[in-house]
Nanobody
Framework: QVMLVESGGDVVQVGDSLRLSCAAS????????MGWYRQAPGSERELVASITTSGIRYIPDFVKGRFTISRDAAKNTVYLQMSGVKPEDTAVYLCNADCRRTPLPFWGQGTQVTVSS
């Protein structure tokens, strides 16, 4: 069992920067990768960044150049650095972890990011 707790969501202005954190606890040794997803009302959940335990990162084109992902292995924490935020970045941001011992990933509860124009 892996527990994930996100933090850092806020109401920000267009163009601002924001850093989200996702702290993992429990059976963290089973984690092979962690990712950040977002879901806006009426929209499907979409991946915005992921990182493996070996440090391989994936950033989709629609946020590339604005979002970066990093991890602090000692703290079992993954960060999503958002810069130059836009109104369309408004969503609930959820952290997820793939575990080698389970078929389905674990999810956090999410943190709300609202970009105000």
């Amino acid at each position: 069992q892996v527990m994930l707790v996100e933090s850092g969501g806020d109401v920000v202005q267009v163009g601002d920067s924001l850093r989200l954190s996702c702290a993992a606890s429990g059976d963290t040794a089973c984690i092979s990768a962690m990712g950040w997803y977002r879901q806006a009302p009426g929209s499907e959940r979409e991946l915005v960044a992921s990182i493996t335990t070996s440090g391989i990162r994936y950033i989709p084109d629609f946020v590339k150049g604005r979002f970066t992902i990093s991890r602090d292995a000692a703290k079992n924490t993954v960060y999503l650095q958002m810069s130059g935020v836009k109104p369309e970045d408004t969503a609930v941001y959820l952290c997820n972890a793939d575990c080698r011992r389970t078929p389905l990933p674990f999810w956090g509860q999410g943190t709300q990011v609202t970009v105000s124009s």
